[in-house]
């Protein structure tokens, strides 16, 4: 069984910091590429970063470039996304996604052709 699971979201003010963490049961994240999206109320779906597991290289939205961090830690099977400066408009369900393909080609499809899905957590940036 392949699950995905997202913590770490909550309410945060603007300029503020929150760490979502990606857990994986019944596989190793470190054979799959990792990337994070986004639905904010009322909008589509959208990409936020993705960790390539054959090299290592990251991807961004130039929404968030220079404030979120995409990370892995292999001794936990766990990827995180560090959220600094956090706006309003960062304000969305934040999911994990996982792409055996390696190389980020899901997180770059148009309707983000990724294999597994976490179920979500909810990220809210208010004063």
């Known amino acids: 069984q392949v699950v995905l699971e997202e913590s770490g979201g909550g309410l945060a003010q603007p300029g503020g910091s929150l760490r979502l963490s990606c857990t994986a049961s019944?596989?190793?994240?470190?054979?799959?590429?990792i990337g994070w999206f986004r639905q904010a109320p009322g909008k589509e779906r959208e990409g936020v970063s993705c960790i390539r597991s054959n090299d290592g290289s990251t991807y961004y939205a130039d929404s968030v470039k220079g404030r979120f961090t995409i990370s892995r830690d292999s001794a936990k099977n766990m990827v995180y996304l560090q959220m600094n400066s956090l706006k309003p408009e960062d304000t969305a369900v934040y999911y994990c996604?996982?792409?055996?393909?390696?190389?980020?080609?899901?997180?770059?499809?148009?309707?983000?052709?990724?294999?597994?899905w976490g179920k979500g957590t909810l990220v809210t940036v208010s004063s």
């Open positions: 996604a996982a792409d055996a393909f390696q190389s980020c080609s899901g997180y770059m499809s148009s309707q983000f052709d990724m294999d597994y």
């Open positions: 019944g596989f190793t994240l470190d054979y799959w590429a």
